[in-house]
Nanobody
Framework: QVQLVESGGGLVQAGGSLRLSCAAS????????MAWFRQAPGKERDFVVA????????YYADSVKGRFIISRDNAKNTVYLQMNSLKPEDTAAYFC????????????????????WGQGTQVTVTS
């Protein structure tokens, strides 16, 4: 059973930075794409960023491009999300997601591509 544990959320002022981590267990982590989604109160869960199994390709939502950076350490079974220049509109619960199947995905931005989810970590950005 795949388990994902996020950490690193918190309260930060606008313009600040946070680094989220997601530790995975129960899978051959290096074979799977990983992603981050977020959900603000009363809104749907939205795609933020994804990284392919190898770490050679990344995909970003327009709203975070140039500010957020996803990376992975396959030796540590961990994916990271470095969030810079945070804005109040980035406030949300952030969820780590693990690819449903090995290798290449059809749509890295689609929630249906991810079969396992973490419990979420809250990020709150104050103005």
């Amino acid at each position: 059973q795949v388990q994902l544990v996020e950490s690193g959320g918190g309260l930060v002022q606008a313009g600040g930075s946070l680094r989220l981590s997601c530790a995975a267990s129960g899978s051959t982590f290096s074979n799977y794409a990983m992603a981050w989604f977020r959900q603000a109160p009363g809104k749907e869960r939205d795609f933020v960023v994804a990284i392919n199994w190898h770490g050679s390709s990344t995909y970003y939502a327009d709203s975070v491009k140039g500010r957020f950076i996803i990376s992975r350490d396959n030796a540590k079974n961990t994916v990271y999300l470095q969030m810079n220049s945070l804005k109040p509109e980035d406030t949300a619960a952030y969820f780590c997601a693990h690819g449903r199947q090995r290798g290449i995905l059809v749509d890295y931005t689609g929630a249906y591509e991810y079969g396992y989810w973490g419990q979420g970590t809250q990020v709150t950005v104050t103005s």
